[in-house]
């Protein structure tokens, strides 16, 4: 497998003890949900990740463009959000993931918590898989308000898998927090509003989350206008032409 690739993260201070990521996914529900932590509980950017042997990627907002992954806090905040809005292809995820992780390790960063969206979820409720010291420390106490239940089966790929499989035979505590996403939406409102309060009820964080509600409520009913188009427009090329025997 290549391992052709290099990262240099840099920051200003080390990062707090408990890091929260998310990396992109279907919906990009983890992304939005740290994107509006971030800007709810006005954290300041404190670091970002120069990837050297991937796909140069350089997103930008307001005509300025910003690195693709950045770490954020604050001095009352006991957590670091890394988001990324880096594609990394599969066969790369184990050498990023690896050094992701010895940086994690170096920096006395001692909890992980993943935010994932995933399409074959069939509930709206939150999932988790979590190491059993993440579990006892984050959601013993809180899996019944949180609605909150376990993955029964399956396997993470990626990054995300890189991460939790670490918390097996280390002490880090790693927990993945996962919820359903609707397949069309390419920006899943729901999904990200469903991680920020779940985050919010572990780390109890005081954010309102009326702004990202209305903006789940809006991007629900922009998609399901489109499904209702689309199938209009089905039914009526579907609909048999009527001949014309030139009755009066």
């Known amino acids: 497998m290549t391992d052709d690739i290099s990262l240099e993260i840099e920051t200003a201070d080390p990062p707090e003890t408990n890091l929260v990521v998310a990396f992109p996914g279907p919906g990009m529900g983890a992304i939005s949900a ?6 709810q509980l006005g954290l300041e950017e404190t670091g970002h990740v120069r990837a050297e042997g991937l796909a140069a990627v350089t997103p930008f907002a307001d005509g300025r463009p910003y690195h693709h992954t950045r770490l954020f806090t604050s001095e009352s905040l006991e957590c670091t959000l890394l988001t990324s809005e880096l594609p990394i292809p599969t066969h790369l995820t184990e050498p990023f993931g690896r050094i992701l992780l010895e940086w994690v390790e170096d920096n006395g960063v001692d909890e992980v918590t993943v935010l994932t969206t995933m399409p074959t979820l069939a509930s709206d409720d939150l999932f988790y898989v979590a190491s059993e010291d993440y579990y006892d420390r984050r959601l013993a ?4 308000s ?24 280390t002490d880090l505590r790693v927990g993945v927090l996962a919820t359903a996403v609707e397949r069309p ?10 991680l920020v309060e779940g985050l919010q009820e ?3 964080f005081d954010v309102d989350t009326d702004e ?9 009913d922009h998609y399901r206008e489109l499904v209702e188009q689309v199938e209009a427009q ?6 048999p032409a009527v001949e014309d025997r030139g009755f009066m």
Do not use: C, K, M, W
Request: glycine share 6%.
């Open 34 to 39: 740290n994107q509006y932590l971030i800007e």
């Open 141 to 144: 106490d809180r899996s019944e």
């Open 146 to 169: 949180l609605s909150l239940s376990p993955l029964t089966g399956g396997f993470f790929t990626g990054v995300n898998a890189s991460l939790t499989s670490r918390a097996i035979d």
């Open 185 to 194: 939406h390419v920006l899943d409102g729901d999904a990200a509003l469903r």
């Open 202 to 204: 572990i780390y109890e």
């Open 212 to 220: 990202l509600r209305q903006f789940a409520d809006r991007t629900r």
């Open 234 to 239: 089905t039914r009526a090329q579907q609909r």
